[in-house]
């Protein structure tokens, strides 16, 4: 789409440059999707280019990965291949992939999207959300005067397409730690149609063997996290999961209606409890891509889909 409100790319970092009119360029899909009134009712007028930022798009230590906001999906969906993460034991990384394919992008998207971007537009479906906050992941955010804070991706995102950056500010890196990617985990992704956009989307970490990490995405506004100290039994995560998640945190757009997503959530969290209560090594339920029983598909039909 072309932005015929622009005024001015400008090459820079800083976030002290930021004024009223700006938005931050990095891959810059769904800015050139939809168009100069993306964020609001006033159109942009300048875009802050971070293509020549020079981060370097993946850092591994032994202590954990580092994502810079630059880093393609492209990079993001080679790195369980690299050879800086060969020979560790993080089954963590299993779910980089997955959350990578529920893009449902081209390749061309895949090249140019970036870790920072899926963040940054907040939708409830972004694969990167699920992927950083299922990993405990932490992000970097730089704003004016050279300052910096860190916050959880969990709390990262706010509601559907709202975050917690202020005016300027910058999503700098996003940091998975070491103990997150160490733990056994399971993934589980529904969606109304082939090759749709998420509708329920799940991460399960068994931190140190035996404390159970749910992580639940997509069908929501925003991500929740549920901790137990073991793993639960059917019964107590049901609990949990009526507990945490009040009836209009669902969201409900034309991929899901509320009620479809929460019967889901409920489900894929059993599945997800079932495996990661098995002994290891046990084969796993893995359940991907559609799921449009009757009741759904006329449900969805009744909203246009």
């Not at 034991?89 to 061309?108: E, I, N, Q, T, Y």
């Not at 509601?159 to 070491?178: H, K, Q």
């Not at 009526?242 to 945190?249: A, N, Q, R, V, Y």
Request: contains cysteine; negative net charge; aromatic residues 6%.
């Amino acid at each position: 789409m072309d932005m015929n409100t622009i005024e001015a790319v400008v090459p820079t970092t800083d976030p002290a440059q930021w004024r009223d009119g700006d938005a931050w360029l990095a891959g810059g899909t769904v800015l050139f999707s939809y168009g100069s009134y993306a964020f609001g009712p006033q159109p942009l007028k300048r875009l802050l280019d971070l293509g020549a930022a020079g981060w370097e798009p993946v850092a591994v230590t032994d202590d954990g990965i580092e994502l810079a906001a630059t880093c393609t999906i492209a990079g993001l969906y080679s790195l369980p291949g690299s050879p800086d993460v060969a020979g560790r034991a993080w089954p963590g990384l299993d779910l980089v992939r997955p959350c990578c394919d529920s893009f449902v992008a081209s390749f061309k998207v895949w090249n140019m999207s970036t870790v920072g971007g899926n963040l940054c537009t907040s939708l409830p479906a972004g694969p990167v959300i699920s992927l950083c906050a299922g990993l405990d992941g932490v992000a970097t955010i730089l704003g004016p005067g050279g300052t910096s804070r860190t916050v959880p991706v969990a709390d990262f995102v706010t509601g559907d397409a709202t975050n917690c950056l202020a005016p300027g500010e910058l999503l700098r890196s996003v940091y998975l730690p070491a103990s997150a990617l160490a733990s056994r985990a399971a993934f589980r992704r529904l969606s109304l149609s082939n090759l749709g956009r998420s509708g329920v989307l799940l991460i399960g970490r068994l931190d140190g063997g035996t404390s159970l990490v749910l992580t639940v995405t997509a069908a929501t506004k925003r991500p929740v996290q549920l901790r137990f100290d073991g793993i639960p039994d059917a019964d107590e995560l049901a609990a949990s999961l009526d507990e945490s998640i009040p009836g209009d945190l669902y969201h409900d757009d034309i991929h899901g209606l509320p009620a479809w997503r929460r019967d889901m959530t409920f489900r894929l969290a059993e599945e997800i409890r079932s495996e990661l209560a098995a002994p290891q090594g046990a084969p796993g339920l893995t359940v991907s891509g559609d799921f449009w029983p009757p009741q759904a598909r006329h449900n969805a039909l009744s909203k246009g889909a």
